[in-house]
C-alpha cells in the first residue's frame, strides 16, 4: 500500500524553514513546531503519541494521493494520516544527531 515517491532522488532536503509534513523529503528527521488545527485534532494527535517538539520523519506515502505514513523517532511508532491532516503539521529541519 505504501510506497516510495517516484522522485524521492530528486528532492532537495529542506533546509531553515518550517513546512507541511507533505513538503518534507522521506527519511529527513523534522520537528513538530506547530498543528493547525482545532481542539479535536490535537486531543487525537496527542492520543497518537504525536506531540509538538517530537522529531518525525516521512516513512512512505500511498500510491495515487493517499495517507503518509509518519514515523515518531523518539517512540518509534508510526501511523497513517490522511493529507488534510497531514498537511495542518507543521515542522522544522531537525539536526541529524537528534533522537
Do not use: W, Y
Amino acid at each position: 500500500m505504501f510506497g516510495h515517491r517516484k522522485n524521492q532522488t530528486e528532492s532537495p532536503p529542506v533546509t531553515g524553514r518550517v513546512c507541511s509534513l507533505l513538503e518534507i523529503p522521506q527519511g529527513q528527521k523534522f520537528r513538530i513546531v506547530e498543528i493547525k488545527g482545532g481542539p479535536g485534532l490535537h486531543r487525537r494527535l496527542l492520543a497518537l503519541g504525536f506531540h509538538r517538539g517530537d522529531l518525525v520523519a516521512l516513512d512512505g506515502e500511498a500510491l495515487l494521493g493517499g495517507p503518509v505514513l509518519v514515523k515518531n523517532i523518539k517512540s518509534d511508532t508510526r501511523i497513517a494520516l490522511g493529507r488534510r491532516i497531514a498537511r495542518k503539521i507543521l515542522v522544522e529541519p531537525a539536526d541529524e544527531n537528534e533522537r
